[in-house]
């Protein structure tokens, strides 16, 4: 376990807070300090701290990695912010785009001619864990000249089967 700020400040918090509680239950307080410093670690392990990662939108971030986005496409996500950041798929052609992400898993709708659109291929993130998360993140890549001019992040919201 890696010890900073916020760990500390935290644990003082609920150090005080048991030891408001506890000192409510027996006024001596040789007795107070002991049993709150002893209560204090379990109470943030396994209530505060959990708490914490349920409500909290925080993951893990990853370099871009070709293999990883194959194998692990519900853990795009960790992989998204350093191939947005990096525009390492910026300049390249459908086939190097293809070559790194796969094949696209849809394409995005031109209302214009009725039909798919093959300038933009879009691709799954999976689901970023959280607790109220209704939403999935994707990516649209967009090509112009047959290379990448951008790529656009968007959230979809999560569809379940009947």
Not at 79 to 102: P, Q, R
Not at 118 to 136: C, D, H, R
Request: aromatic share 16%; charged share 20%.
């Amino acid at each position: 376990m890696i010890i900073t700020i916020p760990l500390v400040i935290l644990m003082c918090v609920v150090f005080v807070l048991v030891f408001l509680f506890v000192k409510t239950i027996d006024k001596r307080k040789w007795l107070t300090l002991f049993v709150s410093i002893m209560i204090t670690p379990f109470i943030y392990f396994y209530g505060v701290y959990p708490m914490i990662n349920i409500f909290s939108n925080y993951h893990h971030q990853k370099y871009f990695s070709s293999e990883l986005w194959i194998d692990k496409p519900s853990l795009r996500y960790e992989l998204s912010d350093d191939l947005m950041a990096s525009e390492v798929l910026i300049g390249k052609t459908k086939t190097e785009v293809e070559s790194l992400l796969g094949t696209y898993e849809w394409l995005s709708w031109n209302d214009f001619n009725k039909d798919h659109d093959t300038n933009k291929w879009n691709y799954s993130l999976g689901i970023e864990p959280g607790a109220f998360n209704t939403e999935k993140e994707c990516v649209e890549i967009v090509f112009s000249n047959d290379k990448v001019i951008s790529i656009n992040p968007f959230k979809e919201p999560i569809k379940f089967d009947d």
